[in-house]
């Protein structure tokens, strides 16, 4: 359990920020809701900080308030950085003029604010410090010192002392000398005391924004996506029919503030029904459903599941459209159309009362035959990958075979050519020692018939 005491100084240091660059970064990360919004963005990037603020929540700009929060909270916390809460479970004690810059760049609800007005209200509106574990966030302002020490000492006294932990935010020179006497005097000594840029982050690096844009452009589709199939399964007759027998819906999940994962397709029915002495039973059939989920890496993965009952279900447990690819594709209509064809092709070439169209049977061949698919709790690599990669293994094989047996045959011949010059060296070898014999011997008779004289240093040969 953690409470900060916070100075003024923790919100003066937010104004520090130009407002002019917003218009600019939403332009920049945000280009299709800039152009449908472009006037109101460029009028707000005009206004100063506090009126910024104070206009978020006016119903007059016609623009989507929670879309819009987000965004001032991405830009900001890109160019300024913010306090970066341990936990997420927090209580605010804090003047309610401050509230407005909390519900905006820290996503604060009226239920995590209390606004204490004099000293009989701290007792009566606060919650017991030993039974409510969480972040204290607690405003302390000079002005109003009775009642914010008096807030503090009430923490102090009533929390479990092993475990509170008190951090004192103030840029002052012995700013929060007030507090510290009323720690020492209830006998918590394991405060600790902090300047405003001890507890701000740092503004987001490239790669962190680059993240967080992944998470507001899937929160984007997501929050768009049920109207968009339920109107594309409103216009098409096939979607229709099995509107008959399944309830067609989309079921989005939430992580803090930022979905993670969403279910569009058709539910359950009933199949066949069944009375035994033991009870009632049925039969059900699920429809198809198309899988998105965002990973914390802001990528998402794209499956398709198809319609089952507990005896009958396609040789795949899912097909996997995409995997790991940027959010931003989900924005595109080509895109979403390509999914919606999918989802209802699957259906009627799964289901048990599917009927479907050559151009669908044709579509479901391409993704069996070209997509990775989950078999058995398995991911395995498409059908057409695998055939590849056995036909390559066989042409090496083969090649590699052919290979051998040319540099064997070549070996075969080289070797034969070899004893040939082998023989034929030696055969010269055995005359020319031949030749050289009788050369020596006729050299022996010629000169036993030679005489030589010398006569005026004339050698005479007779």
Not at 81 to 95: A, I
Not at 194 to 222: C, H, Q
Not at 248 to 273: K, L, V
Request: net charge positive; charged share 25%; proline share 2%.
């Amino acid at each position: 359990m953690t409470t900060y005491v916070l100075g003024k100084e923790f919100f003066e240091c937010h104004k520090d920020i130009e407002v002019s660059t917003f218009a600019l970064w939403v332009e920049k990360h945000h280009a299709q809701w800039y152009r449908i919004n472009k006037e109101t963005i460029k009028t707000l990037s005009k206004l100063q900080w506090e009126e910024l603020l104070n206009y978020v929540d006016k119903n007059d700009w016609g623009i989507e308030k929670r879309k819009l929060k987000a965004y001032i909270r991405n830009w900001y916390i890109e160019k300024h950085g913010v306090f970066s809460f341990s936990s997420s479970h927090r209580l605010f004690v804090v003047n309610t003029s401050k509230f407005q810059l909390l519900k905006v760049l820290y996503d604060v609800t009226e239920e995590e604010v209390v606004n204490i007005s004099n000293v009989d209200e701290i007792e009566k509106k606060l919650p017991c410090p030993k039974s409510y574990y969480c972040n204290w966030l607690i405003e302390f302002d000079t002005n109003h010192s009775i009642i914010y020490g008096g807030i503090v000492k009430y923490i102090a006294h009533n929390g479990n002392k092993s475990v509170i932990n008190f951090k004192i935010v103030n840029d002052k020179e012995d700013g929060g000398k007030n507090i510290k006497n009323i720690l020492n005097a209830e006998g918590i000594h394991n405060y600790q005391e902090l300047k405003t840029s001890n507890i701000m982050s740092s503004p987001r690096g490239e790669a962190i924004i680059k993240r967080f844009l992944k998470y507001d452009w899937f929160d984007d589709f997501v929050e768009g996506s049920e109207q968009y199939f339920r109107e594309q399964s409103n216009k098409n007759p096939k979607s229709q029919r099995f509107e008959n027998y399944y309830s067609f819906n989309a079921w989005p999940q939430r992580y803090g503030s930022h979905y993670t994962h969403i279910q569009i397709g058709w539910g359950n029915r009933a199949i066949d029904a069944s009375h035994t002495s033991t009870g009632f039973t049925t039969k059900v059939e699920s429809g198809a459903i198309l899988t998105i989920s965002r990973m914390e890496t802001g990528y998402i993965s794209i499956f398709l599941y198809g319609a089952k009952t507990d005896t009958r279900r396609p040789i795949e447990d899912a097909i996997v459209l995409k995997s790991c690819i940027s959010p931003k594709k989900l924005l595109k209509s080509s895109f979403k159309q390509e999914l919606w064809n999918n989802l209802l092709a699957y259906m009627e070439c799964t289901s048990l009362d599917g009927n479907p169209n050559k151009c669908q049977s044709i579509r479901v061949f391409k993704l069996r035959l070209l997509k990775s698919m989950v078999v058995d709790g398995r991911n395995m690599s498409s059908q057409f990958s695998r055939g590849l990669q056995k036909t390559i293994f066989y042409v090496f094989n083969i090649g590699l075979s052919g290979c051998l047996l040319f540099g064997i045959q070549r070996a075969c011949d080289s070797s034969s050519n070899l004893d040939n010059i082998t023989n034929r060296i030696d055969s010269l070898r055995y005359d020319i020692h031949e030749n050289t014999k009788t050369l020596q011997n006729a050299c022996k008779r010629d000169t036993s018939l030679i005489k030589i004289r010398t006569k005026n240093n004339v050698i005479i040969k007779e």
